[in-house]
């Protein structure tokens, strides 16, 4: 490997924010695979970028009393999904996590992905990805998704007076067209209940 493709490397790395999450193939148009593994390993010995993964790097962002500022695993699993191309859903208590609902943050995250399946291990947590069913593709509000996924973490017993409130605030951001056509999508059980917390608002 000429130096040269290290230096590349460097560079293109150097001119994005620290915080900024890395792949080999982002390095293609530089060097062949080969050499910009190399590279990588180089940098990492060096201590200007950190590897979280096989095949994924961090440029490290430091806080002068925490030190080094880790991506969240879902930071790291949506620059994953960009890199693949691919769609991520988020399942259970990081779904109730992204709408709000609970303070709780998962070591463990789970997606259901219109990607491979696979689980990436990393040395504070693991992200594991699995297949998506179609209906849960055909889903259009982001918004519909996520809560679709919080209740059926919660369960159908676990929906409280407050978990209702907090269901017919988000409801009241989505386009009336997008909820009705995801409720089709949905569990049985979760139809009905945004349905009639939709008839007690009219």
Sequence with gaps: MSESIENKVKSTIANHK?????????FAK???STAIRQALIRLEKEGFILRLAHGIYLYPKTHSTLG???PSLDEVATAIAKRDKARIIPTGILALNKLGWSTQVPMNVVYF???SERTIKINYGAIKFKRASSKLLSLKSKEMILLIQA?????EKGV???IKSRIKELIATVDSNLVNHDLQLAPQWITKLITNLQKSDS
């Design 18 to 26: 620290r915080g900024k999450i890395f792949f080999p193939i982002n």
């Design 113 to 115: 992905t219109d990607g």
């Design 68 to 70: 080094i500022l880790y």
């Design 30 to 32: 530089i060097g062949s």
């Design 160 to 162: 409280t007076d407050k």
């Design 151 to 155: 209740l059926r973490e919660l369960g």
